[in-house]
């Protein structure tokens, strides 16, 4: 078959498509090939395709153009698609710009024997990852590669990667890799890998490269009880976004205002965070992970959840007196933190009494008082008292769980100066 160039306009193309073709065995497909133009300019290119399953063409696995001398050059293509998958082999032959010459080919034929210069690849095996890893196909084939020898991996739609790692296992047998880098579910189609030199072409089958999203819950996990140290939660992991199957389950949570986080694995529907600080928000989500590398999802939902007061502690401490005067008593105790008071809504409370003498024989009286402190506050002056008495004084402290009452203390006031003029 020869196509005349100068009987053409540029960008011509001429093409013959081979019957479809199933690989039983190994066998080459081979074929000569005539470019030729008298004063040395290119009378076109010549490309072959490898169509499997009657699928695009993509990219040509082998091509040469310019002009190779008055001879015909023979080519190999060891196309390795395995039965029960089908192929077809389209050559074609485009005109250039300079319209001169001649391209021809002839003596197509498949023989029953591995090709002699181009390699023949093993099967290739389909590649799953999770979103976001890198994916690696090795390509492993037999035969020698040249150096001038081309390793490319072809996407189905003909997108080519052409950064390759080439180890050779022996003097007739290498594998190549090719890394995808970061890989996403756009990336997910069929790959094939091909070797291209001037003698020839090997092709490999179409593997899948099949890419997982790691999973995620799609609703929050619930909140099924509350205490002071503890919150029991159900899962809730009936639907998720991404792919299983799930092979892990895990709690995430942390304190609402805290940078730390903890993570626990989790073999149940149901479970109970312990040790947890008492009227404390806490958000708590869940990871689900799936096989391979970088299989675990991102945290779902989270549960925003506070655990109960505790009682406190214990009663405050520290009551001493600052100052004392015949009608006042200044007083301060321990500065309240969050591990006493184990709530963030308490009270604290000064109660006092003292007793005074009926006039004329009459009974005593028994003066007895609570007053609320503000917030946070450590001190009290308590004013309007009687002089030279004995106060006695009691902190409280209460949340909502509890109270704690401290032990009463004893203080005298000061006598009354009483002036006298002349």
């Keep these: 078959m020869l196509v005349n160039s100068s009987q053409h ?18 066998h080459c497909v081979q074929f000569s090939y005539f470019l030729y133009s008298r004063d040395g300019h290119s009378p076109g290119a010549l490309r072959a395709y490898v169509r499997v399953n009657g699928g695009p063409l993509g990219s040509p696995v082998w091509n040469t ?16 698609t395995f039965w029960p998958n089908e192929y077809q082999v389209l050559i074609e032959a ?68 052409t950064t390759a790692s080439v180890k050779h296992l022996s003097h007739r ?24 030199s001037p003698r ?20 929050p996990p619930q909140l099924l009880r509350a205490g002071s140290t503890y919150l029991i939660i159900q899962l809730n992991t009936n639907s ?20 730390w986080s903890e993570v626990h694995g989790v073999n149940m529907v149901t479970y109970k965070l312990w040790h947890l600080d008492p009227d404390t928000e806490y958000h708590i989500s869940v990871l689900l992970t799936r096989p391979g590398e970088g ?24 009551l001493t007196a600052t100052d004392i005067q015949s009608r006042q008593l200044s007083l301060q105790w321990e500065n309240l933190a969050f591990n006493l008071t184990r709530c963030h809504t308490y009270s604290v409370s000064l109660c006092y009494r003292y007793t005074t003498a009926g006039g004329g024989g009459g009974h005593n009286t028994t003066v007895r008082e609570c007053l609320a402190v503000e917030h ?27 109270k704690k009452e401290g032990r009463e203390v004893t203080f005298q006031t000061e006598e009354d100066i009483i002036k006298v003029t002349s």
């Design 9 to 26: 306009a540029v960008g011509h193309r001429a093409q013959l498509l081979l019957q479809t073709l199933s690989e039983n065995d190994t």
């Design 65 to 80: 153009s310019g002009s190779h001398a008055k001879q015909w050059h023979q080519v190999e293509l060891a196309v390795s």
């Design 94 to 161: 485009t005109v250039s710009r300079e319209r001169r010459g001649y391209i021809a080919i002839d003596d197509i034929m498949v023989l029953n024997y591995p090709c002699y210069k181009a390699p023949h690849f093993s099967r290739l095996g389909d590649e799953e990852v999770n979103a976001g890893q890198n994916a690696t196909f090795q390509c492993v084939a037999a035969g020698r590669a040249s150096e001038a020898e081309k390793f490319l991996l072809e996407r189905h739609n003909g997108d080519i990667l």
């Design 173 to 196: 047998r290498f594998v190549v890799s090719f890394q995808l880098d970061s890989v996403q579910r756009t990336d997910q189609d069929l790959y094939r890998c091909v070797t291209q």
């Design 200 to 219: 020839g072409s090997g092709v490999s089958n179409f593997a899948e490269l099949v890419v997982k999203v790691p999973p995620s819950p799609i609703a």
């Design 240 to 259: 998720i976004l991404g792919d299983g199957p799930i092979i892990r389950k895990e709690i995430e949570y942390r304190a609402s205002q805290s940078p």
């Design 295 to 318: 299989g675990t999802g991102p945290p779902g939902p989270p549960l925003v959840s506070r655990t109960k007061c505790a009682e406190p502690m214990r009663p405050l401490r520290g």
């Design 376 to 402: 946070n506050a450590s001190r009290f002056t308590l004013r309007d008292l009687p002089p030279y008495h004995g106060i006695y004084v009691r902190l409280s402290l209460a949340n909502p769980e509890g």
